[in-house]
C-alpha cells in the first residue's frame, strides 16, 4: 500500500471516528493496521474507536501494541542515528515522545473509565438495593396499613367480647359462690363421715377384741371338749371293763349255783355291785349331761 493510500485511508478513518461512526473507522483501519504494525496514528486511532465504544479491552491491546512498536522504532533509531544530523534526531525523540505521551494518556484514561465503571457497578448495585428497600418499605407500610385496620376489627370485636366477658364474669361469680356453698355443706358431710368413719372403726376395733375373746373362749372350749371326750373314752374302757367283771360275776354265779349260801352270797354280792354300778353309771350320766349342755353353751 503506498503512503498516500495509506494517508488517505487514514484520513478516511479519522473522519468517519470524528463522526462518531466508530465501527466504520475500525472496519477501514483493520487492513492497513495489520499490514502496518509499526503504524503508530493508525494504531492509535483504532486504541481511540475502541475506547469509545466502551471495549476497554481492546483498546488497551492496541496501546500496547502501540508502545511495542514504539520500542521497535526507538531501538532503529538508536542504531541509525549516526546517519542523520542532530536535528533530525531530536524531532525523531520529539515523535517517539508525543506518540508515548498520547498512549500514557490514553491508557491513564482506560483506567479511569475502568476505576468509573466499577464505580458506577457499585453505584447501581446500591442503588438497585436501596430501591428494594424502599419497595420493601412500602410493602410493609402497605402490610402494616392492613394489619391496622385488622387491629381496629380486633380491637371492635375484642370490646364486644368484653361486654359478653363482663356478663360471663359475674354470672360465673354468681356460681362461684352457690359451689362454695356446696363446697362448705360437703365439707360439713365429709366431716360428719369422718366422725361416723371413727366411730365405726372404734366398733370395728371393739367387735374384734370380742371375737379374740370368743376364739380364747373357743379354744378352751376345744380343749374342754378334747379332755371330755377323752374322759368319756376313759369312761366307755371303764364300762367294758365292768361289763367283762359283770360276765366273769354271773359266770361264778352259775359256778356258785350248786350251793345256796354260795348263791345267795353271790347274790347279795352281785345286788350291791349292781346297784353300785347303777349308781356309778347315774352318775356318769349325769356328768355327761352336763359336759354336753357346757358344750352347747
Do not use: W
Not at 479519522?14 to 462518531?20: E, H, K, T
Not at 521497535?72 to 546517519?83: A, Q, Y
Not at 515522545?97 to 483506567?111: G, P
Amino acid at each position: 500500500m503506498r503512503a498516500t493510500l495509506l494517508e488517505d485511508k487514514y484520513a478516511e478513518a479519522a473522519g468517519l471516528y470524528d463522526a462518531d461512526k466508530h465501527v466504520d473507522a475500525l472496519a477501514l483501519l483493520d487492513a492497513p493496521s495489520s499490514k502496518y504494525p509499526r503504524a503508530t496514528a493508525i494504531l492509535y486511532l483504532r486504541a481511540k474507536c475502541f475506547a469509545d465504544l466502551g471495549l476497554t479491552t481492546e483498546a488497551d491491546e492496541a496501546c500496547r501494541e502501540i508502545v511495542g512498536a514504539l520500542s521497535s522504532i526507538r531501538r532503529d533509531g538508536e542504531m541509525l542515528k549516526d546517519c542523520f544530523d542532530p536535528d533530525e534526531v531530536g524531532l525523531f525523540e520529539l515523535f517517539t515522545t508525543r506518540q508515548e505521551t498520547r498512549v500514557k494518556a490514553l491508557r491513564a484514561t482506560l483506567s479511569v473509565r475502568e476505576t468509573d465503571s466499577a464505580d458506577a457497578e457499585r453505584l447501581r448495585s446500591e442503588i438497585a438495593a436501596l430501591q428494594q428497600t424502599v419497595q420493601d418499605l412500602q410493602d410493609k407500610a402497605a402490610q402494616s396499613q392492613e394489619s391496622e385496620e385488622a387491629l381496629r376489627g380486633e380491637l371492635v370485636e375484642l370490646k364486644s367480647a368484653e361486654s359478653t366477658s363482663v356478663a360471663a364474669l359475674e354470672s360465673a361469680r354468681g356460681e362461684l359462690q352457690s359451689l362454695q356453698g356446696e363446697l362448705h355443706d360437703r365439707e360439713q358431710a365429709v366431716a360428719n363421715a369422718k366422725r361416723a368413719s371413727e366411730e365405726q372403726a372404734n366398733l370395728v376395733e371393739l367387735l374384734r377384741s370380742d371375737m379374740a375373746a370368743l376364739d380364747g373362749k373357743a379354744r378352751e372350749a376345744s380343749s374342754s371338749e378334747n379332755a371330755i371326750a377323752d374322759e368319756l373314752a376313759s369312761l366307755r374302757e371303764v364300762e367294758l371293763q365292768k361289763n367283762a367283771a359283770l360276765e366273769s360275776a354271773r359266770a361264778e354265779l352259775e359256778a356258785l349255783n350248786g350251793t345256796l349260801q354260795d348263791r345267795e352270797r353271790a347274790i347279795a354280792e352281785a345286788e350291791s355291785r349292781s346297784a353300785s354300778h347303777e349308781e356309778r353309771a347315774k352318775a356318769l350320766s349325769a356328768e355327761l349331761g352336763d359336759l354336753r349342755e357346757k358344750a352347747d353353751r
